[in-house]
């Protein structure tokens, strides 16, 4: 079994600092890694994901994510937030099999980018 | 259609109704999921088809929770004698056949909001 912590629910940034979004990860097998974003009325939707390689993957919007495996985290950074990033984000792992796995979700992290 | 579809997008429901909520998959998509979404917690899995079988339904709560996918497409999730504490917003997701060794994007729905009265 699988299970994600994020470690903070509520991050409160001001426009154009820098910001990390804590996971870390618990499972006895192998896992994919994904940061699932849910802007205000909107649905789910995917921002980056690691599956296999470099451990350090990105996003078109400017967000990336490093997997440790000896920390078993996988924390969401940026450099620089806009307004428009305003949104819950959730950090979530699959088991590491041949075909779909369902996905465990963290309980989310609401970022607040502060003008 | 272009995305996920889940109808109705809210549903108000009285204690120890029956509800019925719908999901339409991408067109193709083998594998489709429902997950649950209470207050303050990130989604939980339900239930997993692939194709028209269940594949894994170990996310199902209790046996008031039923879901079926009858012709591989459209998914009915069921919830008999609603409880006020099946109120929630429940999501669907779909995912295309991953080739092998691999693991594939799940794309979501809006979701439906149910509130039991």
């Known amino acids: 079994a699988q299970s994600v912590t994020q470690l903070d629910s509520q991050v409160p940034v001001f426009e154009e600092a820098p910001v990390e979004l804590r996971c870390n990860y618990s499972s006895s097998v192998s896992v994919y890694l994904f940061w699932y974003v849910q802007y205000p009325n909107q649905g789910l939707q995917l921002l980056l994901k690691y599956l296999s390689g470099s451990t350090l993957v990105e996003s078109i919007n400017g967000f990336e994510a490093e997997f440790n495996k000896s920390q078993t985290s996988f924390h969401l950074r940026k450099p620089s937030v806009h307004i428009s990033d305003t949104a819950e984000y959730f950090c979530?792992?699959?088991?590491?099999?041949?075909?779909?796995?369902?996905?465990?979700f963290g309980k989310g992290t609401r970022l607040s980018v502060i003008a | 259609g272009a995305g996920v579809s889940q109808t109705p997008s809210n549903k108000v429901t009285e204690k120890g109704k029956y509800v019925e909520l719908r999901c339409d998959p991408i067109?193709?998509?083998?594998?489709l999921y429902w997950y649950r979404q209470s207050l303050g917690q990130g989604p939980e899995f339900l239930i997993y088809?692939?194709?028209?079988?269940?594949?894994?339904d170990s996310g199902l709560p209790n046996d008031r929770f039923f879901a079926v996918r009858p012709e591989g497409s459209v998914s009915t999730l069921k919830i008999q004698r609603t409880e006020r504490g099946d109120s929630a917003v429940y999501l669907c997701?779909?995912?295309?056949?991953?080739?092998?060794?691999?693991?594939?994007?799940?794309?979501f729905g809006q979701g439906t909001r149910l509130t039991v009265v």
């Open positions: 088809f692939q194709g028209t079988g269940a594949a894994d």
């Open positions: 979530a792992v699959s088991a590491l099999r041949s075909g779909n796995t369902p996905l465990v």
């Open positions: 997701a779909s995912s295309p056949q991953p080739g092998q060794g691999t693991n594939t994007e799940a794309f």
């Open positions: 067109s193709g998509h083998t594998a």
